[in-house]
């Protein structure tokens, strides 16, 4: 991996290179309340992101609040947020969080990692997304083009999305925090993408750790 100096220099650089946090940069899918942003999060598991928004708004004309949720009968949860799939079983999800969030919260949505992480159907990933967008807290979100960029590079060495998180909260800088997620998922779309990565524009490939091998 990349030392702490070189680590640094990556997120100077992309900060200058990446638009970062921008004024029409919304959570997740756009909800206004921590307890839409978790759901739409967990509709959010293997889906595209315009079948995630279709589900969000079709649940949402139905429900926008654990109570309300809960009087819903599943088949009516499952054939509103069926474009996302796996709805039957993000229906038993959406449930299990609903109730854990009434019986121990008293339905409001908690703004620590921990708190959130406890509750049915929220990982780390989700977890961290609702923390930065809706609770405005420094935290770097790991999604598949963060968790790739970062091992790709050498920020991180880790095989999940979850470690790579642990890892960057580690070993990123404190001022990075806030708009990290940002910048390394525009890096990760517009010049480190998955295949046929564009290292001839990349302004880190000097510090990269894969560039040798990429271009040899």
Same mark, same amino acid.
């Given at each position: 991996?990349?030392?702490?100096?070189?680590?640094?220099d990556? /997120?100077?650089?992309?900060s200058? *290179?990446?638009?970062?946090?921008?004024s029409? +940069? @919304?959570?997740?899918?756009?909800? #206004?309340?921590?307890?839409?942003?978790?759901?739409?999060?967990?509709?959010?598991?293997?889906?595209?992101? =315009?079948?995630t928004? @279709?589900? *969000? =708004?079709?649940? /949402?004309a139905? +429900?926008?609040? %654990?109570?309300?949720?809960? !009087?819903?009968?599943?088949?009516?949860? +499952?054939?509103?947020?069926?474009p $996302?799939?796996?709805?039957?079983? @993000?229906t038993?999800s959406?449930?299990?969080f609903?109730?854990?969030?009434?019986?121990?919260?008293?339905?409001?949505? #908690?703004?620590?990692?921990?708190?959130?992480?406890?509750?049915?159907?929220?990982?780390?990933?989700?977890?961290?997304?609702?923390?930065? /967008?809706?609770?405005?807290? &420094?935290?770097?979100?790991? &999604?598949?083009?963060?968790h790739?960029?970062?091992?790709?590079i050498?920020?991180?060495?880790?095989?999940?999305?979850d =470690?790579? *998180?642990q890892?960057?909260?580690?070993r990123? #800088?404190?001022?990075?925090?806030?708009?990290?997620?940002?910048?390394?998922i525009?890096f990760?779309?517009?010049?480190?993408?998955?295949?046929? %990565? =564009?290292?001839?524009? $990349? %302004?880190?490939s000097?510090? $990269?750790? !894969?560039?040798? +091998?990429?271009?040899?």
């Open positions: 991996m990349l030392d702490e100096h070189q680590v640094e990556v /997120f100077r650089i992309l200058r *290179a990446m638009p970062g946090r921008t029409d +940069a @919304k959570g997740p899918k756009g909800q #206004p309340d921590a307890f839409r942003s978790c759901i739409s999060c967990m509709l959010s598991a293997q889906s595209l992101d =315009r079948n928004a @279709k589900a *969000a =708004r079709a649940l /949402f139905l +429900a926008t609040t %654990p109570e309300d949720m809960l !009087a819903l009968v599943d088949r009516d949860i +499952a054939a509103a947020i069926k $996302c799939g796996l709805y039957n079983i @993000k038993r959406i449930r299990r609903c109730e854990a969030l009434l019986a121990e919260h008293d339905g409001v949505v #908690p703004d620590t990692r921990e708190g959130l992480m406890r509750l049915p159907g929220i990982g780390r990933k989700c977890a961290d997304i609702v923390l930065s /967008f809706t609770f405005g807290k &420094d935290v770097i979100a790991v &999604d598949t083009h963060v790739r960029v970062c091992n790709r050498g920020l991180t060495d880790a095989k999940t999305a =470690r790579t *998180a890892q960057l909260e580690e990123s #800088p404190e001022w990075a925090l806030a708009d990290g997620h940002f910048w390394l525009q990760g779309k517009r010049v480190c993408i998955s295949r046929g %990565p =564009r290292c001839d524009t $990349c %302004p880190v000097q510090l $990269c750790e !894969a560039y040798p +091998a990429i271009t040899s």
